[in-house]
Nanobody, 123 residues
Framework: QVQLVESGGGLVQAGGSLGLSCVLSGRTLKSYFMGWFRQAPGKECEFVAAISWSGIGTHYADAVKGRFTISRENAKNTLYLQMNSLKPEDTAVYYC????????????????WGQGTQVTISS
């Protein structure tokens, strides 16, 4: 049974930075493609970033490209999301996700999900 637990959310002022972590348990992280999604109040869940099992391949939503960096440390079974130059529109619950196949921009395509961590950006 794969379990994903996110941490690192909080309240930050616009322009600031925040780092999220996600620990996978139950299996070995290197077996999975990983990604981050987010959901703002009243909006649909949207893709943020994804990373291949090796960590070499990454892709980002246009809204976060150049500001966010996804990375992984397979030896620690941990996925990261470094968020810089944060904007109020980045406010959302951020979810860690995993799948044995490549993560797509469609949330319904991804099988394993964490419980989410709240990120709030004040203006």
């Amino acid at each position: 049974q794969v379990q994903l637990v996110e941490s690192g959310g909080g309240l930050v002022q616009a322009g600031g930075s925040l780092g999220l972590s996600c620990v996978l348990s139950g299996r070995t992280l290197k077996s999975y493609f990983m990604g981050w999604f987010r959901q703002a109040p009243g909006k649909e869940c949207e893709f943020v970033a994804a990373i291949s099992w090796s960590g070499i391949g990454t892709h980002y939503a246009d809204a976060v490209k150049g500001r966010f960096t996804i990375s992984r440390e397979n030896a620690k079974n941990t996925l990261y999301l470094q968020m810089n130059s944060l904007k109020p529109e980045d406010t959302a619950v951020y979810y860690c996700a995993a799948d044995e196949k490549m993560i797509t921009a469609t949330p319904e395509d991804t099988y394993y999900w964490g419980q989410g961590t709240q990120v709030t950006i004040s203006s």
